[in-house]
Nanobody
Framework: QVQLVESGGGFVQAGGSLRLSCAAS?????MGWFRQAPGKEREFIAV????????YYADSVKGRFTISRDNNKNTVYLQMNNLKPEDTAVYYC?????????????????RGQGTQVTVSS
């Protein structure tokens, strides 16, 4: 069983930045970030391949968010810049086994508990 622990969430004003971290207990996975705002479905944000050579972003965050990973630390990061109030949500990381990565949360094998991000206007 792989455990994922997110951290780095918090409260920030619009235009500000936060960096989320997701520490994994082990394994080799592609890693994704998802978020869920109150009253909305969980949505895909970003994904990175196991070696970090491939990334993909949702249009809503492209150019503002950057996903990266440090496999020596088994940690994935989500750098979020120019945050907007509509970015307010609980952010989750997820791990997917296998070679390919996915934007579909149902393809992921493990998920963290989430970290709250609140952006004020």
């Amino acid at each position: 069983q792989v455990q994922l622990v997110e951290s780095g969430g918090g409260f920030v004003q619009a235009g500000g930045s936060l960096r989320l971290s997701c520490a994994a207990s082990g394994g080799t996975f592609s890693m994704g970030w998802f978020r869920q705002a109150p009253g909305k479905e969980r949505e895909f944000i970003a994904v990175i391949s196991w070696r970090g050579t491939s990334t993909y972003y949702a249009d809503s965050v492209k150019g503002r968010f950057t996903i990266s990973r440090d496999n020596n630390k088994n940690t994935v990061y989500l750098q979020m810049n120019n945050l907007k109030p509509e970015d307010t949500a609980v952010y989750y990381c997820a791990a997917k086994s296998g070679i390919s990565y996915s934007t579909n949360q149902d393809d992921y094998n493990y998920r963290g508990q989430g970290t709250q991000v609140t952006v004020s206007s």
